[in-house]
């Protein structure tokens, strides 16, 4: 079965890390683009970073940038986000998500979702 | 930056009725515009990309159409499962999405 699995997340202490992981299954992980996004009531949802099928370009929403780092393996068909010095307004349920299309260089289309994990940032 | 924003914010319909969302662009996206389905306790789903183009398995009472900064989903006649919030989302700079219209019974 297609799918995106996640692990990782919960309650953390502002400026604590946390990493968030994504297994996927039952198709060629190493040929798309993936992403995370996260969803908070107020905010919506949120595009926070991309990375590309090969790793070579990563590219991180303002927001993160400095703070969040994607990252891959594909031999272990597994996608990360490494989150750090975390925020109150980090709090959101973040999803992994698999581009549309295969080999696409700069990002496309959010084709197959996780089922999400929630980041809770609180003293 | 870029902003989406969909009208309206909410949609009171019945089952059978037809329901026409509305997303416009604060600059020209060209057709870089899609439509995610989201019900609650799930992820978004995708229905469109590329302003029209269907995704898998979306059935075809479903329509997107659009191009530049005005675009449209509609649904043709809504079935008890389509009661949902949609958003629409732009690629054309960055990714970012819009607030969402919840179609409601």
């Known amino acids: 079965q297609v799918q995106l699995v996640q692990s990782g997340g919960g309650v953390v202490q502002p400026g604590g890390s946390l990493r968030l992981s994504c297994a996927a299954s039952a198709f060629t992980f190493g040929d798309f683009g993936f992403h995370w996004v996260r969803q908070t009531p107020d905010k919506g949802l949120a595009w926070v970073a991309f990375i590309r099928y090969d790793g070579e370009t990563k590219y991180h929403a303002n927001s993160v940038k400095g703070r969040f780092t994607i990252s891959r393996d594909n031999s272990n068909n597994t996608l990360y986000l490494q989150m750090n010095s975390l925020r109150v307004e980090d709090t959101a349920m973040y999803y992994c998500?698999?581009?549309?299309?295969?080999?696409?260089?700069?990002?496309?289309?959010?084709?197959?979702w996780g089922q999400g994990t929630l980041v809770t940032v609180s003293s | 930056e870029l902003v989406l924003t969909q009208s309206p914010a909410t949609l009171s319909l019945s089952p059978g009725d037809r329901a026409t969302l509305s997303c416009r662009a604060s600059?020209?996206?060209?057709?870089?515009l899609a439509w995610y389905q989201q019900k609650p306790g799930q992820a978004p789903r995708l229905l469109f990309y590329?302003?029209?183009d269907r995704a898998t398995g979306i059935p075809a009472r479903f329509s997107g159409s659009g191009s530049g900064t005005d675009f449209t989903l509609t649904i043709s006649s809504l079935e008890p499962e389509d009661f949902a919030v949609y958003y629409c989302?732009?690629?054309?700079?960055?990714?970012?999405f819009g607030q969402g219209t919840k179609v409601e019974i």
């Open positions: 600059q020209d996206v060209r057709r870089y």
């Open positions: 989302q732009q690629r054309s700079n960055w990714w970012s």
């Open positions: 590329d302003a029209s």
């Open positions: 998500v698999k581009d549309l299309d295969e080999n696409y260089n700069d990002g496309s289309w959010f084709d197959l």
